[in-house]
């Protein structure tokens, strides 16, 4: 609402911006979110025109006309690739994997084109027989069965490879292989599975020719050997190696790949019926539920048979088609990339994206732990990556799908603002209609909607008090994306008001082929705010109501509240920011280039480097900390601020020395509370045993108490060289102790003391991979601390301990010992 009282409907995001039309698409990476309004930032987009960061995340604009260029290979010639297709895989450090020729071996390569092949080796299955010499008890051969043939390999999780085999008759499994801890296991399977994938959570799922199963678990990290004379559990192994369960697959005609994204689990699978060879895909959610639905989705039947899936996220998917021999095999070599409409709609659409490949040397794609798409070529594995050119439609219409709704009929609709950017070449323009009626009336022409004025572009970045707008500056396209508005009207008549409940609006969209607009947002403003009405005499107001069949020109009321209005946009926002001044003053909604300036006000210095959120968390405790400068409080609250909540997680504990000696003992006739001691945590109430000796009674306990509460009454010179001694080991210093992910922070602690600690205090920073109740854990020996036990750092030379949590492990490699690391955007 702005001064005027004047509410507004907002249109952003998907949901908001939902339009239909011709040459119109939602482009999700157009945008970015930022935790508080600021300057945003305008970049080349590679669907052309410009990417912002700002508010908003998405925008319309042109859609991609790439036609991609499918390889037509026959579906007898792909059918046959497919059958002798190989799998593979590729570790962190480049290393390929793959079957052996005769599928009963798992091999691995050294060099980036797989010229050579070695076999891959693990600890040898428990469940084989004697080893044929000590090698092979060290280290075996990872093979199939006797009279078995691997069927697929594949590499996920926290590196798990699994590879199905099958001798044809009776016996059925998979092998499973954990590169790091380098254990191989053999599970068995009712019937033989065709494709095997390893999710981000080491669940195993298996594809039979109808049926999915899923299976987890795994040996234990040591060997364990029960012993008859103790008490052992009756479960050795909590999560063995099984199936969890079986769930029967739709119809189908044919299996043909399987892939998965982080949340669905995706079936490539020629579709049943039909002499056609048309593919279809079967989807479920990737949850440990036997019971989730499938989706089944047709492709186009004009697609060329596929060898393998891809998925780029939960609804897009790519497709793998083998390229055709002769002169085409360089001109059509994409990848098809296709949308998978939510709520489980039937058919699946080609999306116009070109996803070319360099060439082609395997007809599977190489699966790697990151599950992004890799192709075999002739020079080695490459990613796949969508074509950056774009070739976008010349124009379009976008109708918004839900009509804008003002919640009283009759509404007289003011103007539009749109958050949008329009490069140079390219334009973009409005149509609205105005009604009662949520459903539109029946026998409307085809000129139903009223084009409106031309685009005004504003020098404001927003009409909102100090909101944050798209900005330009520094990419060589000033004022391209910006704000602009629309007064809106009827084209013609002698009332142009444009009235009803219910606002609808269509888009449309020009560009020159290679930019294109883009719409971030949009905000309707009603109802109108009319000085006329307000400040003029009532027989120079509107005395006519607006008819839709009047063709004539505007008369004298309509012509002056339209004038009026113009001004009237302009001052309104001007008044809206002197009306919301204050919040140039509070921290909270200041824009983060007033950060600085206020900080200056209250004598604070702000880092650049400061997120924004923490800049606004420390002005809002100036005020706090300098009642209290220089005391431990303003100490905790400062470190928690510039940590980010660290303090309040217990990440980061500020302790005094003179508190580091147990004095909370027992003392007779005194109340020795320590609800807020840093070492105890209100534990030590009871001062018992357990936390300290119940009573003082020495005479050296008397003498450290009375050097630490009473060093006056200390009169003895024995006494007084004691508490000269307690003085000098423990007075004036402070330890700062980082636990666990709080050690990233101790640079940004040690800058930050010199400033919130008395120049007579004598400061350190300690860090620990240990997170503990400083009073507690020494005495008691466990972990008081609730949190994820912290992973074992590799062991580092001068650094590690012998026993001290530094562990040898092994990379995620096909070969170890020859790890090295590599880029992996090949």
């Excluded at 119940?694 to 003895?716: G, K, N, Y």
Aim: charged content about 20%; some cysteine.
């Amino acid at each position: 609402m702005n001064s005027n009282g004047n509410r507004f409907v907002l249109l952003t995001g998907d949901d908001g911006l939902r339009a239909s039309g011709n040459g119109c698409a939602w482009d999700a990476g157009q945008g970015a979110h930022e935790e508080t309004p600021g300057r945003s930032q305008v970049s080349s987009s590679p669907s052309g025109g410009l990417q912002r960061s700002g508010r908003f995340q998405g925008a319309i604009t042109l859609q991609r006309q790439d036609q991609p260029r499918l390889p037509q290979l026959g579906s007898a010639a792909a059918l046959a690739l497919w059958q002798s297709a190989t799998p593979l895989v590729q570790d962190d450090h480049g290393q390929l994997g793959r079957l052996s020729d005769n599928r009963q071996r798992i091999q691995f390569s050294l060099d980036r084109q797989g010229q050579t092949w070695q076999t891959l080796l693990a600890e040898r299955d428990p469940a084989d027989g004697l080893a044929a010499d000590l090698s092979a008890l060290v280290l075996d051969e990872v093979d199939a069965p006797a009279a078995a043939r691997f069927a697929d390999l594949h590499l996920g999780g926290s590196g798990l490879l699994a590879a199905p085999w099958s001798d044809g008759a009776a016996a059925h499994g998979v092998t499973l292989v954990h590169l790091r801890r380098r254990w191989q296991q053999r599970l068995a399977l009712p019937q033989p599975a065709r494709r095997a994938w390893v999710d981000a959570q080491d669940g195993i799922w298996l594809l039979g020719d109808d049926a999915l199963w899923l299976a987890r678990g795994g040996p234990l990290p040591q060997p364990y050997v029960p012993q008859p004379g103790r008490f052992e559990p009756d479960v050795v192994n909590p999560d063995p190696l099984r199936l969890r369960w079986r769930q029967p697959l739709p119809p189908h005609a044919g299996l043909l790949g399987l892939a998965a994204s982080s949340g669905r689990l995706f079936v490539l699978v020629r579709a049943s019926g039909g002499a056609s060879p048309r593919m279809a895909v079967l989807s479920r959610p990737l949850s440990d539920a036997a019971d989730s639905p499938w989706a089944s989705h047709s492709l186009p039947a004009a697609l060329p048979l596929a060898t393998d899936i891809a998925a780029l996220d939960d609804q897009r998917i790519l497709l793998l088609p083998p390229l055709e021999a002769g002169a085409t095999r360089q001109a059509a070599r994409d990848c098809p990339l296709l949308r998978l409409p939510p709520g489980g709609a039937p058919r699946a659409h080609l999306l116009p994206e070109r996803w070319p490949r360099h060439s082609e040397a395997a007809v599977r794609f190489v699966r790697h732990r990151d599950n992004l798409p890799r192709y075999f070529s002739a020079d080695g594995v490459r990613r796949l990556y969508r074509l950056a050119q774009a070739r976008l439609a010349a124009s379009g219409d976008a109708l918004i799908d839900a009509p804008l709704d003002a919640g009283s009929p009759d509404t007289h609709w003011d103007r539009i603002y749109l958050d949008a950017c329009v490069p140079p070449g390219c334009r973009l323009a409005v149509d609205a209609w105005a009604g009662d009626l949520p459903v539109l009336p029946a026998g409307l022409p085809d000129t139903w909607l009223l084009p409106q004025p031309a685009l005004l572009a504003s020098p404001l970045k927003s009409e909102l008090p100090f909101a944050a707008q798209a900005d330009a500056a520094g990419n060589g396209d000033e004022g391209h994306a910006q704000l602009f508005e629309v007064l809106l009207q009827r084209p013609a008549g002698a009332v142009r008001e444009l009235r009803g409940r219910y606002l609808r609006l269509r888009l449309r969209l020009q560009g020159d082929g290679r930019h294109s607009p883009a719409v971030f947002a949009l905000r309707a403003w009603h109802p109108r705010f009319s000085w006329q009405g307000q400040y003029l005499p009532e027989h120079m107001r509107q005395q006519q109501a607006p008819d839709a069949a009047d063709t004539g020109p505007a008369n004298g009321a309509d012509l002056r509240d339209r004038v009026l209005a113009s001004f009237e946009g302009l001052w309104t926002p001007l008044e809206d920011r002197i009306a919301a001044a204050e919040m140039l003053l509070s921290p909270a909604t200041a824009p983060p280039a007033q950060l600085p300036v206020l900080a200056e006000l209250l004598a604070q210095r702000l880092p650049a480097a400061w997120p924004v959120a923490r800049q606004r968390r420390w002005l809002a405790s100036a005020g706090a900390r300098q009642q209290r400068h220089g005391t431990l409080a303003a100490l905790v609250l400062a470190l928690d601020v510039l940590t980010d909540g660290a303090v309040r997680r217990g990440q980061v504990v500020p302790v005094e020395h003179f508190r580091l000696r147990r004095t909370l003992a027992t003392v007779l006739g005194i109340d020795m509370d320590d609800d807020a001691h840093p070492l105890t945590l209100g534990t030590g109430r009871s001062g018992n045993s357990r936390v300290g000796d119940t009573l003082i009674l020495s005479d050296d306990s008397a003498r450290e108490f009375l050097a630490l509460f009473a060093p006056e009454v200390a009169s003895a010179p024995g006494d007084a060289a004691v508490v000269q001694r307690v003085f000098d080991d423990v007075a004036r210093r402070l330890t700062v102790v980082l636990h666990g992910p709080a050690r990233a922070l101790a640079r940004s602690v040690a800058e930050a003391l010199p400033a919130l600690v008395p120049a007579t205090v004598v400061w350190a920073v300690r860090e620990t991979d240990h997170p503990f109740v400083l009073g507690l854990s020494p005495l008691l020996g466990i972990d008081t601390y609730l949190e994820t036990t912290p992973p074992p750092r590799p062991v580092v030379l001068d650094r590690s301990r012998l026993g001290r949590g530094d562990l040898l492990r092994n990379p995620v490699a096909l070969s170890p010992e020859h790890a090295l690391p590599v880029l992996q955007d090949e």
